[in-house]
Each structure stands twice: as structure tokens, then as C-alpha cells.
């Protein structure tokens, strides 16, 4: 089987058609969901938020069977992905993409849970705690993109459920839940 | 019988023409008894047979086709009632019966990959895997078997001869000798591509693409242009499963 570091790729990652983009409806609608899963599936599990079209990802080609995806190939995964809710251009351009494997509700979501298992409810995390902290090892949210976080923080804010405040440096801000 | 000349001996020849033939019909009658006699007999023996081996048919794919092939030969079906003695006592009626369903399960859920066109190994194979709990082995045979019945209630399914293989068809579209040749030709490696086509079969120019048109259209094609030598390449799913296409390089580099 083959991997990418220690990722288990799906079957179809080694059939050579998948790399073009099909004209036929239904077997395009096929390829997309299946790029698109794939694509969610190993930014999550390498915990990466920001997919550059200029860059190379392990994840694009193939050196085994000597296929890659074309520039516009990734455009449509990643448009598709953006249709439902789970990436964003970050630039006009649309030459940076945020991956979110979980929607930013869905992230919102995590936090309360994660907050609510540990009893974490009253108490104050700061940012990075969350972010690179003992507690979250291990989570979904160790390593979290800042700038998600921040957005996910913000709607729980807006919800009641949390209280953001600056601490005594610049990137010290704090969180406060509350059950 | 020495023949004698005049009326009489016409009469003779007519009495003994008589004697023969009732002769003959005893004979046959008693031939027809002695068979029916000796057929039930060997269904009796049969059916001993079965209730004693039960559980080796259930369990033993090559077992059960042999089975199967004992009763052909007695002109018996255990498949033909699923109310029937043999339904019964085995219970194989249900299993093929469970069998058709997973495999249109199977069908249905790599249509969008293959188009409706199934490779009979990874029909088996696939079924295996999703029976891994089930005590019960399946074979091809059983395959074949399952989906004999399949096609008897009108589901469409079909299977066809391709080359070496056997194909599972799930679904209406007719495959025509031109198409049937292009995928024997993928058969080798996957793929073909128009040159190889037209070369190997003189066919005139447009007349494979037009094959080959067709079978992507209809799902069973994919196509790549991805290979350095920037040659269109039409896959086939349905000849190669999906966990072959790595073929000899994959073997090397696979960790």
C-alpha cells in the first residue's frame, strides 16, 4: 500500500486516470469526491491548514506511477471544497487555499466539548495554551492555525459560551469559558 | 426367423413384426422402470448424502461445487425451490440467496467506478472481504451460481466473457465485438490508446475513437493524459481492479 510518510493513501491515488480531470459527468462528480476526501483526510492528519496551487504537496503527484495533478485539476478539488463550507481562498487570486477539515461551527463545536470533558468551564487558557499546550496534546486542536482558532474563539464569544480578552503581551490573549 | 413365401408367410412376417415391437416396448418399458428405479434410488442416496455432509458443503466452496455438479447429473437443483426439501435441509437456498444480494450491494456501490462492469475475480474478491465474519468460504463458482438466480427474477445482471475473463454486468448497456475487442486488448496492461487500436485491428481511422467514445460515455473508460509521451490513454476498471494498477512498479516500491 502505498504512503505518504505514515498516511495510508485510498486505492484510487495509484490509478493513473484519476490525475486528469474526466469529461464524462458522473465520472467527474466520482474523481472530485474522491480528491476531495483525500484531500481533507491528509490535511488533517498532517495538520495542514494553508495549501499554496504554487506549491508542491506530496499529496498532488504520484512518482510511482508518474501522474500528477494539473494546476487546474487542484483548482477544481479545491473549489469543490470551497462550495461546501470546508476551504476558503484566502486571496483574490485564489493562489492560497485554508483547508478546514472541520467548518469553523464544527471548530467551535470541539473547543466547547473539549472544555466541557475537562472541566476546563471558569477557567482561562490563553491562546497558545490551546494551541501548543499540555492539555490539547493529542486533540485535533494541537497545532490549530491561529487564525482559526481565533475565528472559532470569536464565535463562541459572540455565543456566550466564552470571553476573549488581551493578556500582558501582544500575542498573550486569554479565553475565558463558561459553561 | 426364416422367411416363408405366400399369404401366410406375409402373415407370419406381420405376427412376428407385432411380437418384436411389443418385445421392444417391454424392453423400453423395463429399461425406462429400471431407471426410474435406479434414479430414485441415487436421489435417495443423495439426499443421505447431503443431510450427512451438511456442514463440509456449507464450509468447502470446492465441496459445494462438486455437489452441485452430483446433482446436475440426477437432474436436481437444489436452487430451484427456496421452500423445497433441498432449501430446507441445506439452507443453501438462503446463502445464494445472500450472496445476490451483497453482490448487487457490490455492484451498485463501484458502478461509479467501473461503469457497471465488473471483474468476476474482484466481484469474488470483494465479496470475501465483506464476508470475513461469515464462516462460510465463497468461490467463483458460487459467484456464478448466485448470479444465475439473479438473473432469473430479471435484475439485468449479466455475465460476459472478455479474453481470459469473466465480466459481471450490473448494468443495461450492450456491449458491441468492437467494444468487446477494445477491452480485450485492455486486458494486457489496463489501457489501450487509439494508435495501438487502430494498428492492431486495421481498423479505419475514427472508427475506434468512436468505439472508445462510447465506453467512456458509458462510464466502463477513463481517460489519462498524464503519460510523458503525451499519448491519450483509455482505462478500463473493469479489467484491471483498482488494486492492480500499480502492477510490477508497485511491487518494488511498496513499503
Known amino acids: ?179 | 426367423m426364416r422367411r416363408r413365401p405366400g399369404i401366410s408367410g406375409l402373415q407370419s412376417a406381420a405376427a412376428a413384426r407385432d411380437q418384436y415391437r411389443l418385445v421392444g416396448e417391454n424392453v423400453a418399458k423395463i429399461r425406462t422402470d429400471l431407471m426410474k428405479e435406479q434414479l430414485a434410488t441415487f436421489r435417495s442416496q443423495l439426499e443421505e448424502f447431503a443431510r450427512k455432509h451438511k456442514n463440509d458443503i456449507r464450509k468447502n466452496p470446492t465441496f459445494r461445487t462438486q455437489f452441485h455438479e452430483m446433482c446436475a447429473k440426477v437432474g436436481v437443483d437444489p436452487l430451484a425451490s427456496n421452500k423445497g426439501f433441498w432449501a430446507e435441509l441445506l439452507g443453501i437456498g438462503d446463502f445464494y440467496y445472500e450472496l445476490g444480494v451483497q453482490i448487487v450491494e457490490i455492484c451498485l456501490a463501484t458502478r461509479s467506478h467501473n461503469g457497471g462492469l465488473i471483474n468476476l475475480q474482484e466481484l469474488c474478491s470483494l465479496l470475501c472481504q465483506r464476508r470475513k465474519t461469515a464462516r462460510e468460504a465463497v468461490s467463483e463458482d458460487d459467484c456464478l451460481r448466485a448470479i444465475s438466480k439473479l438473473k432469473v427474477l430479471g435484475s439485468g445482471f449479466e455475465v460476459i466473457t472478455v479474453g481470459k475473463k469473466k465480466l459481471v454486468r450490473s448494468v443495461p448497456t450492450e456491449l458491441n465485438k468492437d467494444h468487446n475487442e477494445i477491452l480485450e486488448v485492455a486486458q494486457a496492461q489496463g489501457y489501450v490508446t487509439v494508435e495501438e487500436i487502430e494498428k492492431t485491428h486495421s481498423w479505419p481511422s475514427g472508427r475506434a475513437i468512436d468505439a472508445l467514445e462510447t465506453l467512456l460515455e458509458e462510464g466502463l473508460a477513463m481517460i489519462d493524459d498524464g503519460h510523458r509521451d503525451g499519448k491519450r490513454r483509455y482505462w478500463f476498471p473493469c479489467v484491471a481492479p483498482i488494486s492492480a494498477a500499480l502492477g510490477a512498479e508497485g511491487l518494488r516500491s511498496s513499503s
Open chain 1, 1 to 179: 500500500m502505498q504512503k505518504l510518510g505514515d498516511f495510508k493513501v485510498p486505492h484510487f491515488f495509484n490509478y493513473p486516470p484519476y490525475y486528469t480531470l474526466q469529461p464524462v459527468k458522473e465520472t467527474r462528480e466520482k474523481q472530485v469526491q474522491l480528491w476531495k476526501e483525500l484531500i481533507l483526510d491528509y490535511c488533517r492528519n498532517q495538520k495542514i491548514f494553508v495549501i499554496g496551487l504554487e506549491e508542491d504537496y506530496p499529496l498532488f503527484s504520484n512518482p510511482v506511477i508518474e501522474r500528477s495533478l494539473s494546476h487546474e485539476a487542484r483548482k477544481v478539488f479545491l473549489n469543490a471544497l470551497v462550495a461546501e463550507g470546508h476551504a476558503e481562498w484566502m486571496d483574490k487570486s485564489h493562489k492560497k487555499c485554508l483547508i478546514l477539515w472541520l467548518r469553523i461551527q464544527d471548530w467551535a463545536a470541539y473547543i466547547l466539548n473539549f472544555v466541557k470533558e475537562n472541566g476546563f468551564e471558569d477557567s482561562v487558557m490563553t491562546v497558545e495554551d490551546i494551541r501548543s499546550g499540555i492539555e490539547t496534546r493529542g486533540t485535533e486542536l494541537a497545532g490549530i492555525d491561529r487564525g482559526v482558532l481565533m475565528r472559532a474563539l470569536r464565535l463562541l464569544e459572540q455565543k456566550g459560551k466564552a470571553a476573549i480578552f488581551k493578556g500582558t503581551s501582544a500575542d498573550d490573549e486569554g479565553v475565558k469559558f463558561s459553561a
